[in-house]
């Protein structure tokens, strides 16, 4: 089953801040995240892992609630080169390289 | 420069008709994935391939089949018992090493359409 994704889009001014959520039903060992844009291969943003280790972009920060199964990719002073869909893959079964990726969030940033 | 290599960019076929898609890597990763993405949609794991000559199957396996004959490459057969095969593949790789977690590096994708 694919996690959750919320909002599906979102809109926002040059400068604004953002949140995506992604929530799986099932536990989670990490939570990868990724960036689309249109017509391109998706290209990595974060790693979370339990227990609190991150890897990933030095702009962007994420949050993992291992208790709630959710993690959350924060966007701030957004710019334009944010703008594209934005994927949370989790990994749920121990098996490293499996990921289940969600649906996406659709963020364009605007001037 | 490393990275993964797909080919074609775009794809035409019959229905009916068997195709495969390649996809190179020259990163030296042990792990090589097949996903698929339709329009608005996420990615949806076909194959992946933790080491050379062994390979699981994703969770839309059906229709689809794959080797891993070389650590370099992982090509895709899209099979006439695939029901809807339009869509846009992607191919990606990763690091493996026990107990890590690696992010996974994608090639700019196959987009493949049944005509």
């Known amino acids: 089953q694919q996690p959750v994704q919320s909002p599906q889009a979102v809109i926002l001014r040059e400068g604004e801040d953002a949140v995506i959520n992604c929530s799986s039903s099932?536990?989670?060992?990490?939570v990868h995240w990724y960036r689309q844009k249109h017509g391109e291969a998706p290209v990595f943003l974060m790693i979370?892992?339990?227990?609190?280790e991150q890897k990933g972009h030095e702009k962007i920060s994420a949050s993992f609630n291992e208790k709630k199964q959710q993690s959350s990719l924060y966007l701030t002073a957004s710019q334009l080169s944010y703008s594209g869909t934005y994927f949370c893959?989790?990994?749920?079964?121990?098996?490293?390289?499996?990921?289940?990726f969600g649906t996406g969030t659709r963020l364009q940033v605007t001037l | 420069d490393g990275g993964i290599t797909q080919s074609p960019k775009y794809l035409f076929r019959k229905e009916g008709q068997n195709v495969t898609l390649s996809c190179e890597q020259n990163?030296?990763?042990?792990?090589m994935y097949w996903y698929r993405q339709d329009p608005g949609q996420g990615l949806r794991l076909i194959y992946y391939?933790?080491?050379?000559?062994?390979?699981q199957k994703g969770d839309i396996a059906e229709g689809y089949s794959v080797s891993r004959e070389k650590k370099e490459s992982f090509p895709l057969t899209v099979t006439s018992a695939q029901k809807n095969p339009t869509a846009f593949y992607l191919c990606?790789?990763?690091?493996?090493?026990?107990?890590?977690?690696?992010?996974?590096?994608f090639g700019p994708g196959t987009r493949l359409t049944v005509l």
């Open positions: 990606a790789s990763s690091r493996m090493l026990s107990g890590a977690r690696y992010e996974q590096f």
């Open positions: 099932k536990a989670l060992y990490s």
């Open positions: 979370l892992l339990k227990g609190g």
């Open positions: 893959g989790t990994e749920d079964t121990g098996t490293a390289s499996k990921l289940t």
């Open positions: 990163l030296n990763h042990d792990a």
């Open positions: 391939s933790q080491i050379v000559n062994d390979f």
